[in-house]
C-alpha cells in the first residue's frame, strides 16, 4: 500500500481534489473575511460571526445559487427572530413555548423559500433567540450582521473567480452528441447478433442517457449562471446555442432507448428472421445518415441536405420492408428528425 505507485496515485488524487475545491475554497476565505470586515468598519463592538456565516453556507456553485441560498438565510433569520421575540413576549421559556416556536418556523419556512425546499433557517432562528439569555440584544446583532454578510456575498460571488460557461458546455456539447452517436450506430450494427451482447449494449445505451440527462441539467445551470456573471455577458448568444443544442441532444435521448430496447425485443425471433435482415441492410445507412444530420443540426450548420438525405433512406427501408416489426424499428428514427425539426423552429 506504501508503495511508489500507490503514493503517486494518493498525491494525484490529492492534486485533483485541490485543482477542484481550491478555488471555490478561495473564494469562500475572501468572501468571509470581507464579510466579517464590512461588519467591523459597520460599527460592530463583538466579534460579527453571523456575517462570516452567510458566504460559508451561500458559496455553493454558481453565483445564482448564491444569491438564492443568501436570500433565503437572511428571510429565515427575519422571520425566526420575529417569531422568538413575539413568543418570548407572551409566554416564558418551556416546553410548549419550544414546540409553538418550532412549529410556527417551519410554517413560515414553507412560504418563505427563495427556490429549492422547505427553509429551515426560520425555526432555528426562532430557537436561537429562544435560548439566548438577552433575546432582543441577540436578534439586533443577528439580523443587521447577516444583513451584512448577505450583501457582502451576492456582491462576491459574480466576481471572484466567475464560472465559464463557454467551456463547459463545450465539453457537454461534444460528450452528449459523442454519447449519443455512438449509441445509435453501435444499436443498429448490433441488431440480430447475440442476445447478451445487445442486452449488454442496452446497459451501456442506459447509461449513455442518463450521463446526457446529467449533461442537460448541467448545461441549464451554466445558462442561469450566465445571467449573474458581468464578466462573461459577451459569450451569451454562444452559451445560449450550446445550451440547446444539449437539450435538443437530450429530448432525442428516448428514441434512443426505444430503439435499444426493441433491439433486444428482436433477437433470436425466428419469426423475425426476414425483418432482421433487411434491417441489417438497411439500418447502418439510415443510422449513418440520421449521425450527420444530428451533427449539422446540432452545430448550427445548413443541415437541409443532410435531413432530406436521412428521410430518404428512412423511405426507402419502408418500401423494402412493409412489416409492422420493421415500421417500430424505423419510428426512433422518424421521431429523432422529426425533434430536429423542431430545434430549428424559431
Known amino acids: 500500500m506504501n508503495s511508489p505507485a500507490a503514493r503517486t496515485k494518493r498525491t494525484g488524487r490529492a492534486r485533483d481534489i485541490l485543482v477542484a475545491e481550491g478555488p471555490l475554497a478561495a473564494r469562500i476565505v475572501v468572501t468571509v473575511v470581507a464579510a466579517w470586515q464590512t461588519a467591523l468598519w459597520l460599527g460592530a463592538d463583538q466579534p460579527p460571526v453571523y456575517a462570516a456565516v452567510v458566504p460559508l453556507v451561500a458559496l455553493r456553485g454558481d453565483s445564482m445559487t448564491a444569491l438564492t441560498t443568501s436570500l433565503q438565510r437572511v428571510l429565515g433569520v427575519v422571520a425566526g427572530v420575529c417569531i422568538g421575540i413575539a413568543v418570548l413576549n407572551v409566554l416564558h421559556p418551556s416546553t ?5 416556536v418550532v412549529a410556527l418556523g417551519l410554517a413560515a419556512g414553507m412560504v418563505l423559500r427563495a427556490g429549492g425546499s422547505l427553509n429551515v433557517q426560520v425555526a432555528a432562528s426562532s430557537l436561537l433567540v429562544f435560548a439566548s439569555t438577552s433575546p432582543d440584544a441577540y436578534a439586533l446583532h443577528r439580523l443587521w450582521e447577516t444583513a451584512a454578510g448577505a450583501a457582502v456575498t451576492i456582491l462576491f460571488a459574480p466576481l471572484l473567480w466567475p464560472p465559464d460557461p463557454r467551456r463547459t458546455l463545450a465539453t457537454l456539447t461534444v460528450d452528449s452528441r459523442t454519447r449519443l452517436i455512438q449509441a445509435l450506430t453501435r444499436t443498429t450494427a448490433i441488431l440480430g447478433t447475440d442476445a447478451g451482447a445487445v442486452r449488454d449494449n442496452l446497459a451501456a445505451v442506459t447509461s449513455d442517457i442518463e450521463a446526457i440527462h446529467g449533461h442537460a441539467v448541467r448545461a441549464r445551470e451554466a445558462e442561469r449562471a450566465m445571467r449573474f456573471n458581468p464578466l462573461r455577458r459577451r459569450h451569451r448568444d454562444t452559451v445560449a446555442h450550446l445550451t440547446r443544442a444539449v437539450i435538443t441532444t437530450d429530448r432525442l435521448t428516448p ?48 443541415s437541409q441536405q443532410a435531413r432530406t438525405t436521412a428521410r430518404e433512406s ?33
Open 314 to 346: 428512412l423511405a426507402a427501408y419502408a418500401r423494402a420492408d412493409s412489416h409492422p416489426a420493421a415500421a417500430v424499428l424505423r419510428r426512433p428514427f422518424q421521431r429523432i428528425l422529426d425533434d430536429l425539426e423542431q430545434h430549428l423552429a424559431p
Open 255 to 302: 428514441h434512443l432507448a426505444v430503439l435499444a430496447g426493441e433491439t433486444v425485443a428482436f433477437t433470436g425471433r425466428d419469426d423475425l428472421a426476414s425483418v432482421l435482415t433487411n434491417a441489417r441492410r438497411y439500418l447502418p445507412g439510415l443510422a449513418a445518415s440520421t449521425v450527420e444530420a444530428i451533427t449539422a443540426t446540432l452545430d448550427g450548420a445548413n
Open 96 to 100: 410548549a413555548a419550544l414546540a409553538l
